[in-house]
């Protein structure tokens, strides 16, 4: 793990690898809210935008190759969920 802090001590980015070896690196507003997570996560490639208390945008690719992104409120329901299925190999 590695965090880099700002000026009043709060965590400003963060890289971590985890016991599976899979990355991650998060970023974090101002006041240490993390705003921003993205990495491997169970095999499938997010990234997670958030309003400093839930998601707010989610994106992946999962192992297999299906892309999502879903979309949720301030209240954190889910309102529109986006997903494919790979295409053919080119």
């Given amino acids: 793990r590695l965090s880099l802090f700002n000026s009043a001590a709060q965590p400003g980015v963060s890289l971590r690898v985890g016991n599976d070896e899979a990355p ?4 974090f507003d101002p006041f240490g809210v993390q705003r921003l ?7 499938s490639t997010v990234v997670n935008l958030g309003d400093g208390t839930r ?36």
Avoid: N
Wanted: net charge negative.
């Fill in 24 to 27: 991650f690196v998060s970023l």
């Fill in 37 to 43: 997570a993205m990495g491997v996560l169970q095999g």
């Fill in 55 to 90: 998601p707010r945008l989610v994106m992946g690719v999962a192992e297999g190759g299906r892309a999502s992104v879903a979309f949720y409120d301030a209240a954190g329901t889910l309102e529109r969920d986006v997903s494919a299925e790979p295409g053919p190999q080119r």
